[in-house]
């Protein structure tokens, strides 16, 4: 009969990434319940701990009770209503889930592209705004996770308000990886997840939105589409109101504060500095053994790397390899990528030079065979 | 500086309950992939764990990656398109949630009442059917958690297929701890929550859809309006492909696996006694006490129990030293109830002899001074 135990993984794909021991215990806190004191307490701190590692002041800053993608929805379906036009930047997959998300807000998606491996540059997003009226808002992806390729955000920032939009970002693969300044670049609306570069399990969607957003959210002519991600209602609960909406998963919420407390211990910038320099050993090490890095130069992610294989590898049978002997987990690739590279990820407690220096050597020994 | 700390407390409100301990030492295990081999392997055994506790053979058993209102909401918006009709029991807050989630799909929402403290009659739902056409479907909560009443469910069953509609089960607070019979009630699509008397902690909704609901998602002419709760997409995942969708909640599902697994060890049929119990002594103990029961006799559900006081109690006053000084949690009143009653789960592990004489005591203790 099946139970359920360790299988002492080394986790270096997209995500989840490994989890740091001490947020393991905090999952395992016996519980309590969702409008105790001490849960309300928890709750209170672990917002004020998210506004730090969002570097906001943003007072609706909160985690909604899924995985990133459920923060994703969040932000589409409380901002966008039917009709509305949105700009979205696609050059990977999660682009294009926002494509499909925004599209069943009934709101009319309008797309820059760029190649895969590459990103949207603030020329393609200035050509739609200034011929399209009336565009709400305009979305892109920091850390695109099918590619590696990390987002300039500063001047399509600024081109998005100059005409009036909304800033939407996806930072599930950069939060507590590469900095994610909601303030300073003045960004709308923000989610993040939870089992990235925070070394949380999946489970809980970070989400922040400044008082722009908020004043949308507010104004809407309809009601939001999902109820159970309905901000006007969640953020009653998670304010001084407390009035209850729906159970909030308790065990995730010890993870997700005992997760923030650890980075905001080692520091953002440390924590930043950190990735940076785990992810450019990988990268250096990948190139040394004559692999090519996909992500476009300049805008490698430190946290995940796209890395593709000659074609007299196949990386599937490597892949299992490395599993099955190694007990190391890497990703596949995805569309373009599939069956050609693999998704490497230095996230959170995943990011140290053990892992890099273990990842390196049992590559260069399968490779070798 | 807040920290993570076991609190102590017994939870003996509306959910969540206690937690078994083995279930929060398998959120303790180290994660793996989402894709991994051995997760895959619990995936599937979770689902056939599941069928047995729903009493079912549906093939589309899994567990969505939400809380139990996520459940409800992945039910309503894969079955409903705008402009069906549906028709929704209200008795209490979860049939007013149910309204306003099946709004928010666009659907026509007929309802038929009953007093907060009964149940909906089959002959109310009889005189809807008969007298409108059309209606797509039927939709109960089956263990009212804000009153503590058992709807029996056989007959509209009977009466909703009459009339060619689903019956849609809204089953949170009964699964595990009173008979859900999926197949044998031919009950269509059904959804609940970990954290009632499952015992595990609050982040997951089981849901099951027979093969007529399953047609109806199918055969959809408009896109289900949330990415999320897509049942196209997530029983792709779960099932035979495993596309990928969103990376699960993976140790949440450590967690629901390992409270299946005790469930199951201890026999469904030993947990419906064991909850039966308990209930029974409870409610005993409370009319003993002098204090009335809320729900209608005949149909109280013994793992949540609302007991009302006479005017000369403070029943937030009594609440609170209950949890201050005997760390018992239970939950306050809702609605009419606010202000004069409490609601006491006994759910999961939280169903025991030890419990039930300890919160008398405490309550005797209390009320006598």
């Avoid at 800053?61 to 409380?78: H, I």
């Avoid at 039917?82 to 050059?91: E, F, N, R, T």
């Amino acid at each position: 009969m099946l139970r359920i135990q360790t299988q002492d993984r080394v986790l270096l794909g997209p995500g989840p990434s490994s989890v740091y021991p001490e947020v393991l215990k905090a999952m395992a806190t016996p519980l309590v319940g969702h409008l105790d004191p001490y849960f309300l307490e928890v709750m209170t701190d672990m917002q004020s701990k998210l506004r730090r590692v969002f570097q906001t002041e943003n007072e609706l800053t909160l985690a909604m009770s899924g995985t990133g993608s459920a923060g994703m929805e969040t932000v589409f379906v409380n901002l966008l209503e039917p009709g509305d036009k949105v700009l979205i930047g696609i050059c990977g997959v999660f682009g294009e889930r926002m494509k499909d998300v925004a599209e069943r807000c009934g709101a009319e998606v309008i797309t820059v592209r760029a190649d895969w491996g590459e990103s949207i540059a603030p020329e393609q997003v200035e050509a739609v705004l200034r011929s399209t009226n009336g565009i709400t808002a305009v979305a892109l992806v920091h850390a695109e996770t099918s590619t590696g390729v990390r987002q300039p955000l500063e001047e399509i920032s600024r081109l998005t308000h100059e005409y009036g939009a909304l800033f939407i970002v996806d930072a599930v693969t950069s939060l507590g990886g590469i900095p994610v300044e909601i303030d300073r670049l003045d960004i709308d609306a923000c989610y993040s997840g939870t089992q990235k570069c925070l070394g949380a399990p999946p489970g809980l969607a970070p989400v922040t939105l400044n008082n722009a957003a908020l004043e949308r959210v507010r104004s809407r002519k309809t009601k939001v589409q999902s109820w159970y991600l309905d901000l006007n209602m969640v953020a009653n609960y998670w304010g001084q109101e407390r009035f209850y909406h729906h159970t909030a998963p308790i065990s995730m919420v010890f993870a997700l504060h005992e997760a923030l407390s650890l980075l905001l211990d080692e520091g953002l910038e440390n924590s930043f500095a950190r990735h940076a320099r785990n992810g450019e050993l990988l990268q250096q090490g990948l190139e040394s053994m004559g692999l090519e890095l996909f992500a476009a130069q300049g805008y490698r992610l430190p946290e995940l790397t796209s890395v593709v294989f000659p074609d007299r590898y196949d990386e599937g049978q490597l892949r299992k390899r490395l599993l099955d002997e190694y007990n190391i987990e890497v990703g596949a690739g995805l569309g373009p990528l599939k069956g050609k590279a693999w998704r490497i990820g230095l996230m959170g407690h995943s990011s140290s030079l053990a892992n890099v220096t273990l990842l390196l050597q049992a590559m260069t020994e399968l490779m070798g065979e």
